[in-house]
């Protein structure tokens, strides 16, 4: 298809001569002047423009400009094909955005060369922006998938947060939104990606990973001791995020959680916490969050009371304005709160339209043995099969589990699965045998659906999987929204699942830890014995479940000794594991002390 040109002229000899020389290669339109070319362009957007300097109305300078200046036109390349010889013109429009320069009388072979390099160069840079669109919003996906895990791990150890996070993500969208249709501290937002800025949200929190449970959970008023140490989830939210700031290069969306997760408690007189920041000494994103965090806060159920009302909760931040919040996103606040409103209660219709559905679909007997998905989840670590079995709740999948490779496939051959969740590292038969060994068990198992879940984070691990006979991979700790993603993709009944719709999960915090205390203790024992028989093969294997589940409940200090003594024993360095193995197993003797304490707390409360 040829490509058209745009010519510009009001001179009708220049036009003809024009159109005669480019019409064989191109389509051409001829346009008499300035102020009919800005017309047309309204309606129709050419791939180059030639255009003449000197015109009456409006001369090419003048053209070129507002062609510019549109956000529709300013890509289009523009040529001065023109009379005007001096190099006062030329630098003029070069200065002006043109792409070339070329002098009449014109050599028409010459002309079209240039007119070719020009189109080449549009279109590369046309492609380029959009490699350059797509590959942001890939690194956005990830930047708010590893953002939304770490999320809903914070949720998960409070039981009483369901659904905040995404909540106060919209109450935030809203606020900044309105605060620029009122041009409400223009200059302070101007430099704002809105994308980062609702990403960042997710991680005001994030200290409160740090909080006992016993603390954050209480069901009655916190001693001062108690609140100082709740206080102190915003300074570790802080420190936690710059930790990461400080191991990567992009880094932007970071340093705005760092500022909500660190300011969101502050208020506007300078009695808040931690610092005391008095008006704008607050950082804008604390001042936005406060009203959002504190909002959502009144509405919902809490351990120490019952959820106030969308009028009494208006109320109390229309009378904290000036005090407690910034007095003109306060004010913002009023005007808008109908809409805060609307966006609390259609959360709470899809959290009770989700709920509803289960019952139905339970009652009427619709996940009965002949229309349930079926699922076999293969994991050696009881507290990984609970984790998982508490995430496919939702989806009333008939669930079956196994501990080994070997069970994998004897249960495979007695029942067609509709999808396996498959561990990777287990004793005696890894996941990749068993997979190989279940592909060939029968036709059906030949494509049928089988997914890596394993905590093995090496760069290509997913690759690695694809290559060895599974059909997809996800990481532990399962992030919610990604195992949606895989449900509705590779079963028929949760095909038309969407993974934004599927709220966090409450998994049974207390039944998990009595799952991994009673698993870790016998961890103890089988990770020293196992490494003194030179088993190196079985340490890394107990090593690696180890390292997963005490992610999953938030001892990251012992994941995080795991994972090193993981990444040293596959490269068969004993004498590094000896000298720290000690180091691990006090750490997980200090968790397993802990937890017990914890479930103590929990029964007599």
Not at 159 to 187: C, F, P
Not at 250 to 265: K, V
Not at 551 to 571: D, F, H, M, N, Y
Request: glycine share 4%.
């Amino acid at each position: 298809m040829k490509k058209l040109i745009m010519l510009i002229d009001d001179d009708p000899t220049n036009l003809l001569k024009g159109k005669a020389a480019l019409q064989d290669t191109y389509n051409v339109l001829t346009v008499d002047g300035g102020v009919r070319a800005l017309e047309l362009l309204e309606k129709t957007l050419p791939d180059l423009i030639l255009i003449d300097i000197d015109m009456p109305e409006m001369d090419g300078f003048e053209t070129i400009k507002r062609i510019k200046a549109n956000e529709e036109t300013k890509r289009i390349p523009v040529i001065f094909l023109t009379a005007l010889a001096a190099s006062h013109n030329e630098y003029e429009g070069l200065a002006l955005g043109a792409a070339d320069y070329i002098t009449k009388p014109f050599n028409e072979k010459i002309l079209r060369k240039r007119i070719d390099t020009h189109l080449l160069l549009a279109e590369y840079t046309v492609n380029l922006e959009k490699l350059v669109d797509t590959k942001t919003e890939k690194i956005i996906q990830l930047q708010d998938a590893i953002l939304s895990t770490v999320a809903e791990l914070v949720e998960f150890r409070d039981d009483n947060t369901g659904g905040h996070i995404d909540r106060t993500q919209s109450y935030i969208k809203l606020l900044v939104e309105k605060m620029a249709e009122r041009g409400l501290y223009k200059e302070a937002a101007a430099i704002w990606d809105l994308k980062l800025l609702i990403q960042s949200a997710q991680l005001h929190d994030v200290g409160k990973i740090c909080i006992p449970d016993s603390i954050l959970n209480k069901p009655g008023k916190l001693t001062e001791e108690e609140f100082a140490i709740m206080q102190s989830h915003t300074l570790r939210g802080k420190e936690a995020i710059l930790n990461i700031i400080n191991k990567v290069d992009e880094s932007e969306f970071l340093h705005q959680a760092a500022l909500m997760a660190y300011t969101h408690h502050e208020r506007w007189d300078g009695t808040g916490y931690p610092q005391g920041l008095r008006g704008e000494e607050i950082p804008l994103h604390g001042r936005l969050m406060a009203i959002a965090d504190v909002y959502d806060a009144l509405i919902s159920e809490r351990p120490y009371k019952k959820p106030f009302s969308h009028e009494e909760a208006v109320k109390i931040i229309s009378d904290g304005k000036g005090t407690q919040f910034d007095p003109l996103l306060a004010a913002l606040f009023e005007d808008f709160e109908s809409d805060f409103r609307a966006i609390s209660q259609e959360d709470k219709r899809q959290m009770e339209e989700a709920a509803d559905s289960l019952i139905h679909k339970a009652d009427s007997g619709e996940h009965d043995k002949m229309n349930a998905s079926s699922v076999l989840i293969v994991d050696d670590a009881p507290f990984n099969i609970n984790v998982m079995q508490s995430l496919l709740a939702p989806y009333k999948m008939l669930v079956d589990t196994c501990s080994s490779g070997a069970e994998a496939i004897e249960l495979a051959a007695d029942n067609e699965y509709d999808i396996i969740f498959m561990d990777h590292f287990m004793p005696e038969m890894d996941g990749i045998e068993a997979t190989a060994k279940i592909r060939k068990i029968n036709d059906y198992y030949s494509s049928s659906p089988i997914i890596a879940l394993t905590a093995n984070e090496e760069t290509g691990a997913r690759e690695m999987y694809l290559e060895n006979g599974f059909n997809d991979f996800i990481a532990k700790p399962v992030n919610t929204k990604k195992l949606s993603a895989v449900l509705s993709l590779w079963t028929s009944e949760n095909k038309d699942i969407k993974a934004d719709s599927i709220k966090p999960v409450r998994v049974d915090r207390v039944a998990l830890l009595e799952v991994f205390l009673s698993d870790a203790k016998k961890k103890i024992t089988e990770i020293k014995d196992c490494f003194e028989a030179g088993n190196i093969k079985l340490f890394t294997t107990y090593i690696h479940a180890l390292k997963s589940a005490s992610a999953i409940i938030g001892e990251a200090t012992l994941s995080e000794l795991a994972r090193t003594l993981e990444s040293q024993a596959r490269v068969g360095n004993k004498d590094y594991i000896r000298k720290n193995i000690a180091s691990l197993l006090v750490e997980l003797q200090n968790v397993i002390d802990k937890i017990t304490l914890e479930l103590s707390e929990k029964r007599e409360t």
